[in-house]
């Protein structure tokens, strides 16, 4: 997960303490740290919050590329009904 050039900045973390529990015993169960559990927890979350933006991005792309091609459909659709004839 950490790449070589990236840098470590040290944070306080508030947690109820049942959570805090929680994640110590998950991170010692999967031989981890409790800190790279967390940077794991925290990377999934912006993971997956960057993915929905992008996502988003891209469905009204997509939504202003169709009403573009509506558009141009309606404009030549007097052509293409003369073509047909």
Same mark, same amino acid.
């Given at each position: 997960?950490?790449?070589?050039?990236?840098?470590?900045?040290?944070?306080?973390?508030?947690?109820?303490?049942?959570?805090?529990?929680?994640?110590?015993?998950?991170?010692? !169960?999967?031989?981890?740290?409790?800190? @790279?559990?967390?940077?794991? *927890?925290? +990377?999934?979350?912006?993971?997956?919050? /960057?993915? %929905?933006?992008?996502?988003?991005?891209?469905?009204? !792309?997509?939504?202003?590329?169709?009403? @573009?091609?509506?558009?141009? *459909?309606? +404009?030549?659709?007097?052509?293409?009904? /003369?073509? %047909?004839?």
């Amino acid at each position: 997960m950490k790449r070589m050039d990236e840098r470590l900045e040290r944070i306080n973390v508030q947690l109820p303490v049942a959570l805090k529990a929680a994640v110590a015993s998950h991170a010692h !169960a999967l031989g981890e740290s409790v800190s @790279e559990f967390l940077r794991r *927890a925290a +990377q999934a979350r912006v993971d997956v919050i /960057e993915k %929905r933006r992008k996502e988003e991005r891209m469905r009204e !792309a997509y939504q202003g590329l169709a009403a @573009e091609n509506r558009s141009l *459909a309606r +404009q030549y659709e007097a052509v293409d009904l /003369e073509e %047909r004839e």
